[in-house]
């Protein structure tokens, strides 16, 4: 099954920027769909993205589409989350998932069978 790792948690003021790394290792990545969601205190978990195994054509939340870019490197097996332009409303517990799903870009974390350990991201006002 997929293991996934999670790296680049952090403090960051409002206005600022922060890179996620999620690596994966088991079955071959590039069959999945990879996917970000997050949880803030006292909120159920939301979508943020999600990329196909060709990268091509990205889901976005509305909530972050302009300020965040997913990409994934299936060479390395890690997906990315570059944040920018972040708002205290952007603290969350961010989460990697993967789907068994190359071209799905699903947005229901239902579809996603695999997770990342969780990452703590504060933004600061």
């Known amino acids: 099954q997929v293991q996934l790792v999670q790296s680049g948690t952090g403090l960051v003021q409002a206005g600022g920027s922060l890179r996620l790394s999620c690596d994966a290792s088991g079955p071959p990545f590039f069959t999945h769909t990879v996917a970000w969601f997050r949880q803030a205190p006292g909120k159920e978990r939301e979508f943020v993205s999600a990329?196909?195994?060709?990268?091509?054509?990205?889901n976005y939340a509305e909530s972050v589409k302009g300020r965040f870019t997913i990409s994934r490197d299936n060479a390395k097996n890690t997906v990315y989350l570059q944040m920018n332009s972040m708002q205290p409303e952007d603290t969350a517990i961010y989460y990697c998932?993967?789907?068994?799903?190359?071209?799905?870009?699903?947005?229901?974390?239902?579809?996603?069978?695999?997770w990342g350990q969780g990452t703590q991201v504060t933004v600061s006002s």
């Open positions: 990329i196909r195994w060709n990268g091509a054509r990205p």
């Open positions: 998932a993967a789907a068994p799903m190359s071209n799905s870009g699903t947005s229901s974390e239902y579809d996603y069978n695999y």
